[in-house]
């Protein structure tokens, strides 16, 4: 260890400033982790882990609001004494410890004069924190600037769900591949990813991946892929009726045809049904003129579609030994994907009433696009699943991580749902995320973590913070992307 400093004037148990020994400044960083020996040197009260943050730099004489001898000399180019130059860290403290006993929260004065020091690379002060751990597990990443210092998490809080925050580009879906995954697999949970656009995990994981043309459809999201390729039916409630007679009993229908006799099959039937049932001539060649124009626009490679006959029971099964399967939900409109979700959502829900612990962690990439700020039509529903399945998750291992550009607001995701995470992952923040109430700021600032830092962050380096951190002040985290990105 080398001391770094003494405490300043000024503090308090749950803030002090420590004055840097001269040339310090050169090389002492903000998220650097000390140790305040509290009171002094030999006899210290307690021993004191910290974190710095808001360094601050002042030489009075250099006063730029006021008129001095130095400033003039300054001005004409010259290069003023640095004598009285005072260099400070904000010391935030993480907790307290005597001996070798574990780490609590620090309730005694930190008692300016105390001697401050810096860990060697070798002596890992997150050794310090990992025991208050109720699982003990160490994510894949390190404290920024110190690759050996490996990240400890408590696993027993993975059902308590998990968002990954940043503005597009910061790296979330990186590190959801890198260092979540891996974790929540490390720990016993199998990983079911939703790609939205099918960018983000389906190139990583080829033998893990199925298409949602390749999941066997509920009736009802049938029915409503058939309205939505139809304008609704063309607002003719008999042909509604047709289609809906030919898709009760889907799965028995299509069995062992192909797209191209279900099509033909479909079409005979519309034809049969307004034939059979609409009495008024008119109505009738309007309602089969109206079925001519839907099968027009019903392609067979739409029927193949929804001909899929993978039921979410066998993925969730063979998870069991894959531990991992991607649902590529590319090519198909949000409302396709919303209610394939909802059928997941249902399964998911069903077997946690029955009372199964599913070990499962739900990872839900462009979470705005099922849970968005205020929800509207099926969004809703599906914000509400969303949150039904935290709630019965947390009982039944069921982990779901959502990952956002935006915390609130518009760009954001819902507030019921955001209520949910317990542990969240901050990076770099859009301007309108960073200052917005309810956001990171709330979370961050009591910390001394500002909105500027969080609008600077570099890609891939996130706050670590919440109950899955057993240290209690949120840290910066990064890591070494494994699978070389695209
Ligand atoms: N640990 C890292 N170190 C350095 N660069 C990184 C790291 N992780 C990610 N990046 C950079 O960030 C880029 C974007 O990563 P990623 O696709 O995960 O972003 P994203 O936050 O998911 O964006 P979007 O919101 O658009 O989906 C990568 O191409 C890579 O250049
Ligand atoms: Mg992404």
């Not at 080398?2 to 000024?10: L, P, Q, T």
């Not at 001697?115 to 310090?128: K, Q, R």
């Not at 049904?273 to 008024?280: A, G």
Request: hydrophobic share 35%; with cysteine; glycine share 8%.
């Amino acid at each position: 260890m080398k001391k770094i400093g003494i405490i300043a004037d000024e503090s308090s148990e749950t803030k002090a400033r420590v004055l840097l020994i001269k040339d310090m400044e050169n090389f002492i960083k903000a998220e650097d982790i000390v140790l305040v020996l509290n009171g002094s040197e030999e006899k210290p009260v307690c021993k004191i882990l910290g974190i710095l943050r808001k360094g601050q730099g002042k030489n009075e004489l250099l006063n730029s609001s006021r008129y001095r001898p130095e400033v003039a000399y300054a001005k004409i180019g010259g290069e003023p004494s640095s004598s009285r130059e005072i260099f400070s860290f904000e010391v935030i403290p993480i907790g307290s410890f005597q001996g070798n006993e574990k780490l609590t929260s620090n309730r005694l004065i930190i008692q300016p004069r105390s001697p401050v020091y810096i860990f060697d690379e070798e002596e890992n002060p997150l050794d310090l924190i990992k025991n208050s751990c109720k699982q003990l597990s160490f994510l894949d990443a390190y404290l920024e600037g110190h690759p050996k210092w490996q990240i400890p998490a408590d696993a027993f809080y993975i059902p308590y769900h998990v968002g990954v925050f940043g503005t597009t580009g910061t790296g979330k879906s990186w590190f959801t591949r890198n260092v979540l995954i891996p974790f929540y697999i490390k720990n016993g949970y199998d990983v079911l990813v939703l790609d939205w656009s099918g960018r983000d995990y389906v190139p990583f994981f080829p033998n893990n991946t199925i298409d949602i043309s390749q999941i066997a459809k509920e009736e009802n999201a049938i029915m409503e892929y058939f309205s939505e390729l139809t304008d609704n039916f063309f607002g003719q409630n008999n042909l509604r009726y047709a289609f809906e007679e030919y898709v009760t009993g889907w799965k028995n229908k299509i069995y062992g045809k192909s797209p191209e006799q279900v099509h033909n099959e479909l079409n005979q039937h519309l034809q049969n049904y307004i034939k059979e049932n609409v009495e008024r001539r008119d109505v009738q060649a309007a309602n089969r003129r109206a079925a001519e124009r839907s099968m027009k626009r019903i392609t067979t490679e739409q029927i193949r579609y929804l001909m899929g006959d993978v039921e979410i029971e066998e993925i969730l099964n063979s998870l069991r030994e894959k531990k991992i399967e991607v649902l590529n939900l590319a090519g198909y409109s949000s409302n396709l994907k919303l209610s394939l979700f909802l059928t997941l959502s249902r399964k998911l829900s069903d077997l946690m009433y029955k009372g199964q612990n599913l070990n499962l962690a739900l990872v839900i990439d462009e979470a705005p696009q099922y849970c968005p700020y205020k929800p509207e039509g099926i969004l809703e529903r599906v914000t509400e699943e969303i949150k039904n399945l935290a709630a019965l998750g947390r009982k039944h291992n069921l982990n779901l991580t959502l990952i956002s550009q935006g915390i609130a607001g518009e760009i954001g995701i819902n507030a019921a749902v955001r209520r949910n995470l317990n542990t969240n992952f901050y990076g770099r923040l859009h301007p309108l995320d960073a200052a917005s109430e309810g956001g990171a700021k709330d979370w961050l600032q009591p910390y001394g973590i500002s909105a500027d830092y969080l609008l600077t962050l570099e890609d891939g380096r996130f706050y670590f913070s919440g109950v899955m951190n057993p240290c209690p002040v949120p840290l910066l985290i990064t890591y070494e992307p494994k699978d070389g990105g695209n």
